[in-house]
C-alpha cells in the first residue's frame, strides 16, 4: 500500500477533477504483478492501467489508495474491470468520498464475493483537500501574500520585493492548485499572468478567476488576456455585459451590501470541478474571506524590505490568521533573506 501511494503522487496534480490513484497488482506470494496511476487529465484510471498486463486466470490481488469507482462516467466502472479481470482480493486505504462512489464500489466488490477490506496507511493526509471539497461543496482554500518587514504589502513603484526563490515558490502554489483568485483592485493595477512558470508545468497552471463587481478594465486587457478567464461580477449594464462576454467567461452572482458573497463565489468554482483554490492577492479581498473562515491555510512570505508608509498594511490580516504571533509559524524552508510563514 505504502508502493500504492508512491505511485499516487507521480501525478499529484495533474489528474484534472480526479483525485491522483495509486495501484499494485501482487500474486498471493506478495510478488509484484504490475503497477498503475492516475494518468495526467485523469484517465485511464490507476486500476485500468494496472491491469492492463495482467494474466486474467492468475491469482492476485490488488492495492488501491482510494476505494474504486462504481459509476459509469467518461469511463466504465473500475470495479467492472477489477471483476472482468478476475482479481480475488482488493485493498484499499480509503472511501472515495464522491456521493457518487462513496461504499458503492466497496458493496459492489463485496456482492460479487470478491474479498475486500479497508487497509491502513500511513499516508494520512493524502486525500483531506479533495475530501474536504466533497464535504463542503467548495474547494479547499489556500491564501497567499508578500508582506515587508514591516507588515505591509506594496512597496512604491515595485512590482515585486521578494527574491527569485520567492516567486518560484509562489507558482510552485500555483500548481499545487487547480484554480487562482485575485480581487479587482490587483487585476487593474498589476495585470497578473497567474500561470505557473516552472518549466515542466506549464501546462497545469489554475484556472483564473478575478472578482470585478462592477466589470471594470482598461483596454490593455481586452488584449492580454484570454476569454479562458472567468469574471465574477454583479453588474446589471447589459451594453457592458454583453461587450465583455467577447473577452472573458462572465458569471453573475448577486452582491449584498456591495460585496458579493465569499461563500457564493467558492460554490460558484466548486461547480466547474475545481477543488483547490489559491487566493493570490489583495490584502482586501483575503480579509474578506478571513472574516468569514473560509481560508483553510495561509502562506505569507515576508520579505527583509521595509517601508515607512502604505495604506496596504496586513497586520489585521495577520492577526486575525495566526493570533497575533507571526514568528510561531515560521518555516525553515530556503528563501535566502526571505522567511516564509505557514498557519
Known amino acids: 500500500m505504502e508502493l500504492a501511494f508512491k505511485l499516487a503522487q507521480i501525478n499529484l496534480y495533474k489528474t484534472a477533477e480526479n483525485p491522483s490513484v495509486g495501484c499494485v497488482v501482487t500474486d498471493f506470494n506478495n510478488k509484484i504483478l504490475s503497477t498503475g496511476f492516475t494518468s495526467e487529465s485523469g484517465r485511464p484510471h490507476a486500476e485500468k492501467n494496472a491491469l492492463l498486463r495482467v494474466p486474467i486466470n492468475e491469482r492476485k490481488r490488488i492495492f488501491i489508495t482510494l476505494e474504486p469507482c462504481s459509476h459509469y462516467g467518461k469511463t466504465p466502472p473500475c470495479v467492472k474491470n477489477i471483476k472482468e479481470k478476475k482479481v480475488n482480493e482488493v485493498y484499499f486505504s480509503y472511501y472515495d468520498k464522491n456521493p457518487i462512489v462513496y461504499k458503492k464500489g466497496f458493496n459492489f466488490l463485496k456482492k460479487n464475493k470478491i474479498r475486500t477490506s479497508i487497509e491502513k496507511t500511513n499516508f494520512k493526509d493524502f486525500y483531506d483537500k479533495y475530501n474536504f471539497a466533497l464535504q463542503h461543496q467548495t474547494p479547499y482554500v489556500s491564501a497567499k501574500l508578500a508582506i515587508t518587514k514591516n507588515l505591509n504589502t506594496s512597496v512604491p513603484d515595485k512590482k515585486y520585493f521578494t527574491n527569485i526563490k520567492s516567486l518560484k515558490f509562489s507558482h510552485l502554489l ?44 482598461y483596454l490593455k486587457h481586452l488584449s492580454l488576456y484570454s476569454k479562458k478567464i472567468y469574471i465574477i461580477h454583479s453588474c446589471e449594464n447589459f451594453t457592458k455585459v454583453k461587450k ?17 458573497c465569499p461563500n457564493d463565489i467558492l ?30 491555510k495561509f502562506y505569507f512570505i515576508k520579505s527583509q524590505k521595509n517601508i515607512k508608509k502604505s495604506h496596504q498594511s496586513a497586520k489585521f490580516l495577520i492577526n486575525s490568521a495566526f493570533n497575533k504571533n ?9 528563501l535566502d533573506d526571505n522567511e516564509l510563514f505557514i498557519n
Open 174 to 217: 500555483r500548481y499545487f492548485n487547480d484554480s487562482i483568485l485575485i480581487g479587482k483592485n490587483t487585476f487593474l493595477k498589476d495585470f497578473p499572468k497567474l500561470n505557473c512558470r516552472i518549466e515542466g508545468l506549464n501546462n497545469f497552471s489554475p484556472k483564473i478567476f478575478v472578482i470585478n463587481k462592477n466589470l471594470d478594465f
Open 244 to 260: 465583455l462576454k467577447k473577452y472573458f467567461n462572465l458569471i453573475k452572482l448577486k452582491s449584498r451590501n456591495k460585496i458579493i
Open 267 to 296: 460554490k460558484c468554482i466548486f461547480k466547474l470541478g475545481l477543488k483547490r483554490l489559491l487566493i493570490e492577492g489583495g490584502v482586501k479581498t483575503l480579509e474578506i474571506f478571513q472574516k468569514q473562515n473560509l481560508v483553510n
Open 326 to 334: 507571526l514568528n510561531k509559524y515560521r518555516v525553515d524552508i530556503n
